[in-house]
């Protein structure tokens, strides 16, 4: 018998789409829960694990004698990130925001379109490999591991990062401000450094802090470079330490009392790239804001 | 006659050609800076590559296919298929399980905007900074002992009895493994890869999926029918992305993979990465015979694929956004850089 | 005595040639309008008069722009000093929006590296703002930042910094077409305040305001100049049709 005029006959077949889109909605969330999971689970263990090792000793010390492990730090290795991201800084920092100038304000034909696309193909280079062109290129060459090593492999990274990032930032200035500028009697380069940029301002910050937040966690590439020290050294041409490093080196002893430390490295090294990525949005958003 | 002759820039004041100068200068030292971008890439390829060319020489084809790998001088042999076998099964175990979370994660953001979207978007912004040796760490503490205990077992249980695939699960849990490797692996992927789909399936024009709404389709059917068929390519770009971004990984794999070189079919049996073994041998290498070079001519093959893969997901994305004259490819690409650490 | 004189100019987009041998002459202490539908041009050829047309890729101008007598596009003539004595006002208010309103006025001041000190840019911003008519609206508040103005206020902000570098001649570019009409007004009574002082050459869509404002203007179509001549006349008995049509309403 069929059902009354108007009650559709597409039942069992509307039974199966409604059952494939019921499905499809169910995957999407899963997959929403799936990726949350690891993060909270990460912090979670992060965080429980790694606030025990703070201590004063743990960022005044360095690592104590076999006996008595527990009692160390990992002092040298703050030291050294220090060291070494400080220096791929001071160098990958002006590179990048000239190149970023030259893109963003005078580059607009092929040779632009080529360094955008060497930043792009930089951009995406295995930090080993970075690691490995330095390791060969200044380590063999001068014969030891050093900070500088370190300090130029992590340059390699840097430097397309804040080239494209501070691109993309002074391009959203408007192209009124710098024709308010130039129409004022300035000259190019004026008007780009003492209104476009200041202008840009915050944003190119952020360039610095999206560049800065990714050496602070580089490991394989500080490790085929600057080796690791117990030791605080401050020479650049010595061997030197570096928290994610150690991080590396305290997973896979076997001194348990040490896995501890690890954990703690991991908790800095998270607190302060969470940190640099929470400001970038701040004032990301306050750009925007002053821009519009 | 005009007593205003004065300067219009003939015969200025040396101030005013000064300020010429300065701009000139300006613009010089911008355009040798940027190409200096392209020298230092210039460089790294020469210095690799020169360094790597000894082993090619010796070797030639041998080191992509040989599956023996012994630095003992006088016994010199380089195969790097363990490698390269391992990177692939590895990356493979991460593509397969990450790609379709990331773009149902991806689907999911550009359904749901608003007070749920953010937070999400946030979240996997998070995933992305986290850095990898903090992965790593994770990795070896707490998932592969959950691994080894139940999952892997689990596994070993049911699928390795299925015929076919069967042969993938087989074997002691215990252990360092692939498996482990490519999850974890996985997990590092999903920023990336969901950022850059998020982008791309944003990209394609709303009047498209309402149109097949309006003609009765599920939300489902709107997705396969008006969504995905635009946004194929640039997905599958965003996969490359995700792919490059799990060959070059290093010291997370390097935890938990085991570090032996080893061929076979098992997931559940440890092996190396390309990356994993540049960094677990380095130290060995001394300046006698090949080893160097032999651990340069890998870090050769791992650039090129990346490269590679770099260039052809940019122009997969590209022509996405080309498509639907949306966004601009490189706005796309610009949104995939976040702080990754490896 | 001629202030602006341009002779014969064509400029080009590429290979678009978008100006048609124009020629127009602006006598000192005139307004002279420039109007016509949109797309005639009028952008185009203001922004010829301070070569700012040539800072777009590919743009290309070949002709005359008297200035003074002396051509502005001889070969030895640098661009950045055309433009310190021709100032330009834009269509949008464009303060800059990290510098404070006397910042703002005096940056012109500021940034030709000339020192001067501290109380003579005092000095600069506050003639400038007075000149402009908005030195009594924020006075109290030089120093908060330029953008929280009003429109009307940020566009007269953006006039009081090109008044500030002393130029000899102002162009302004539909510098009402953004605000609102209280704002229009405004504008129209300052552009008529300083037409003593300096030469102003001003493009506009809306006709009332050119026959308001100016003492000569020129009506342009798709890149040639139709008719120029005293204001009065065009608008009132003008000598072609295409005028007529125009002023009239009938199209555009």
């Known amino acids: ?292 | 006659m005009s007593d205003q002759t004065v300067v219009l820039g003939a015969g200025a004041p040396a101030r005013v050609r000064r300020s010429r100068l300065i701009d000139r200068g300006f613009r010089g030292t911008t355009l040798v800076v940027g190409l200096g971008l392209i020298a230092l890439l210039a460089l790294m390829l020469v210095e690799l590559t020169t360094g790597a060319w000894r082993t090619f020489d010796a070797f030639g084809l041998h080191f992509f296919v040989g599956t023996s790998w012994n630095p003992v001088s006088g016994r010199e042999d380089f195969g790097a298929l363990p490698f390269i076998f391992g990177s692939l099964v590895t990356s493979g175990v991460a593509i397969v399980i990450g790609v379709p979370i990331a773009v149902g994660l991806a689907l999911l953001l550009n359904q749901v905007r608003g007070s749920i979207a953010n937070p999400l978007t946030v979240f996997v912004d998070i995933l992305a900074a986290i850095p990898s040796v903090v992965y790593g760490l994770w990795a070896l503490f707490v998932l592969k002992p959950i691994f080894d205990s139940s999952v892997e077992p689990f596994l070993i249980g049911t699928l390795g009895k299925v015929p076919l695939i069967g042969a993938l699960f087989r074997g002691k849990a215990q252990g360092p493994d692939l498996f482990t490797a490519g999850v974890i692996l996985a997990i590092m992927i999903l920023p990336i890869v969901t950022a850059v789909s998020r982008e791309v399936i944003a990209v394609v024009p709303r009047d498209l999926r309402e149109a097949a709404l309006a003609l009765g389709a599920t939300r489902y059917e709107s997705v396969r029918l008006a969504v995905l068929p635009y946004a194929r390519s640039g997905i599958v770009g965003a996969s490359m992305l995700g792919l490059g971004r799990a060959l070059g990984e290093t010291i997370a794999v390097s935890l938990v993979v085991g570090n032996t070189p080893r061929i076979g079919w098992s997931l559940m049996q440890p092996g190396a990465t390309i990356p994993s073994w540049i960094a677990s041998s380095f130290r060995e290498a001394t300046s006698v015979g090949l080893h160097r070079s032999a651990l340069l001519a890998l870090a050769v093959t791992l650039v090129i694929v990346a490269f590679f893969l770099a260039v052809l997901s940019r122009l997969l994305v590209r022509r996405t956004a080309e498509l639907v004259s949306g966004p601009s490819a490189d706005e796309v690409l610009t949104e995939g850089i976040y702080p990754r650490a490896g | 005595m001629r202030k602006v004189e341009i002779v014969d100019l064509n400029a080009w987009f590429g290979s678009n040639h978008v100006l048609h041998g124009v020629n127009l002459t602006a006598r000192p202490g005139s307004v002279t309008a420039i109007i016509g539908p949109s797309g005639c041009g009028k952008s185009t050829l203001i922004r010829c008069l301070n070569r700012m047309h040539e800072e777009v890729r590919g743009a290309r101008v070949e002709g005359k722009v008297l200035f003074d007598g002396t051509d502005i596009y001889g070969t030895d003539v640098d661009p950045v000093a055309v433009r310190r004595r021709i100032g330009m006002v834009f269509q949008r208010p464009n303060p800059f929006p990290t510098m404070s309103i006397l910042d703002n006025a005096t940056a012109g001041l500021r940034l030709s590296g000339e020192r001067l000190p501290r109380s003579k840019l005092a000095e600069g911003g506050e003639r400038a703002l007075r000149a402009a008519g908005l030195w009594d609206e924020v006075k109290d508040r030089l120093d908060e930042p330029g953008g929280r103005l009003s429109g009307g206020q940020q566009q007269r902000l953006c006039i009081a910094r090109a008044l500030a570098v002393e130029p000899e001649v102002i162009l302004l570019d539909e510098p009402a077409s953004a605000l609102d009409p209280a704002s229009t007004l405004r504008i129209e009574e300052l552009v008529g305040g300083l037409k003593e002082r300096y030469t102003i050459v001003i493009v506009t869509h809306n006709m009332q305001q050119a026959a308001r404002v100016s003492d000569w203007t020129l009506f342009m179509l798709f890149g040639e100049v139709v008719e120029f001549g005293p204001t009065e006349k065009v608008f009132t008995t003008p000598d072609d049709k295409r005028t007529e049509d125009y002023v009239t309403g009938r199209f555009g």
């Open chain 1, 1 to 292: 018998m069929s059902a009354a005029a108007g009650t559709v006959s597409l039942g069992p077949v509307r039974g199966i789409r409604r059952a494939k889109d019921t499905g499809f909605t169910v995957f999407l969330w899963t997959c929403a829960v799936l990726a949350l999971v690891p993060l909270t689970w990460i912090a979670f263990y992060v965080v429980s694990k790694g606030i025990g090792a703070l201590s004063w000793n743990f960022f005044t010390k360095e690592p104590a004698g076999p006996l008595n492990p527990q009692e160390g730090g990992i002092v040298q290795s703050f030291v050294g990130t220090g060291l070494i991201v400080g220096l791929a800084t001071v160098i990958a920092v002006p590179l990048g925001i000239l190149s970023g100038i030259y893109l963003a304000e005078y580059g607009k034909g092929r040779t632009a379109s080529a360094i955008r696309l060497v930043a792009y193909v930089l951009l995406s280079t295995p930090s080993i490999v970075a690691g490995a062109f330095i390791w060969a290129l200044v380590v063999v060459a001068l014969g030891n591991f050093s900070a500088l090593a370190g300090g130029l492999s992590l340059v390699v990274l840097m430097w397309p990062i804040v080239a494209i990032a501070s691109e993309a930032v002074l391009r959203l200035v408007p192209q009124e401000l710098r024709e308010g500028a130039l129409a004022l009697g300035l000259p190019r380069w004026k008007a780009i450094v003492r209104v476009v940029m200041p202008t840009a301002g915050a944003g190119l910050l952020t360039a610095v802090m999206l560049a800065v937040a990714r050496a602070l966690g580089e490991t394989a590439p500080v490790l085929l470079t600057a080796l690791g020290n117990d030791y605080i050294n401050t020479d650049i041409r010595a061997p030197t330490d570096a928290v994610p490093l150690r991080v590396y080196d305290y997973a896979r002893t076997p001194v348990e009392a040490l896995h501890g430390f690890a954990w703690g490295g991991a908790l800095v090294l998270l607190a302060a790239v969470l940190f640099l990525a929470i400001s970038t949005r701040v004032l990301s958003n306050r750009q925007q804001k002053r821009i519009a």
